[in-house]
C-alpha cells in the first residue's frame, strides 16, 4: 500500500486521498462517507481519466480539483527556492511557524484574518468582490508592462501565477470564483501545511524585479510606489507602508528583505510585525 498523501482543497469537503494499486479513496465529510475513484492508470496524476465507483458523490470535479492541487503544490521554480531559502533562513522568529500537534495553528486571530482579506482585496483587481483567474492575468500584465523583467522572467512569473492559482483553488475556468471567506479558508489551510506554506508567497521575488528599474537589487520609495500603482494602491498609501517597513531607515528594500517580509504577513499573528504594511492599510473590522 502507498503512504497516504494529504490533500487540502476546500476542508469542508475535502480532507485526503490515498492511492493504492491505482484506485483513489476520498474522504468526503459531508456526508461522512468514502468514496472510492479509479483511474487507468496507477499514476494517480492522470486525473483527467478519474470516473466513480461509487454512487454516493456529488461530482467528480471535486476529486479533479483536489488532485490538481495536490500536483500542482509539488512544482517549484529555480527562483523560489532560491529566495525562499534565504527568507526562511533570516527568519526573525520561529514563533511564525505552526509548532506541531496541539500547538495553537496559524491564523485564529482577528488581526490574521483582516491582513487576508486586505490581500483579498489587493488581488480582487476589478473590484468585483471575487478573485478569478483573469484577475491574477491583468496582475501580471500590469508589473510585465512596466517593461523591467526580462522574457524569461515574465515567462516565468506568469508560470508561477498559473500554478499558485492552480495550488489554491483548482481549475482555471471562468466559473471558479473566490470569495473573501473561501480565500480565507483556503490560506488558512495552506499556511499550517508544511508542504503548501512557502508556494503561497512564491510569485513575490517576480513583483520586486518588475519594479527593480534599474536592476541595482534593491527598491527605493519611488519602485515601491510602481509596486503599489501595480495592486490598485495609491503613491500615498505606498509611503506610509514604506516609512513603516524601512526599518533601518536607509531608504531601500532588498530583495531578500522584500520577500521575508511578504512571507511574514501570511506567517504571524503579531500586531506589532512591520510586515502588516507590506500591502497598503489593513480593511476595517467588520
Known sequence: MHSIRKVYANPNL???ICSVRGVCALNVVGDGKKTMWSTNKKNIQNYSTITPIMKDVSSVQIVNNA?????SKS??????REYISDSDSDSDSDDEKPKGKGKVKIGDSEFWRRKIRTLHSVLDVNNDGVISYDDF????????????LKPDDEKAF?????????????????????????????????????SQRDRIHAFLPYLF????????GFISLTEYKLFFKCVGLTPEDAAVSFAVIDKNGDGKL?????????????????????SRMFWGPLVSDH
Open 14 to 16: 475535502i480532507r485526503n
Open 67 to 71: 488532485l490538481t492541487r495536490f500536483y
Open 75 to 80: 512544482k517549484s521554480t529555480k527562483h523560489h
Open 137 to 148: 492575468q491583468v496582475l501580471a500584465e500590469n508589473f510585465i508592462a512596466l517593461g523591467h
Open 158 to 194: 506568469r508560470d508561477e501565477l498559473k500554478t499558485v492559482w492552480e495550488a489554491q483553488f483548482g481549475e482555471i475556468n471562468p466559473y471558479n470564483l473566490v470569495n473573501a471567506e473561501q480565500y480565507l479558508t483556503e490560506i488558512h489551510v495552506a499556511v499550517n501545511d508544511k
Open 209 to 216: 524585479k518588475a519594479v527593480d528599474k534599474d536592476h541595482s
Open 254 to 274: 532588498s530583495i531578500k528583505e522584500f520577500v521575508k517580509l511578504g512571507r511574514e504577513y501570511f506567517l504571524t499573528e503579531d500586531e506589532k510585525r512591520i
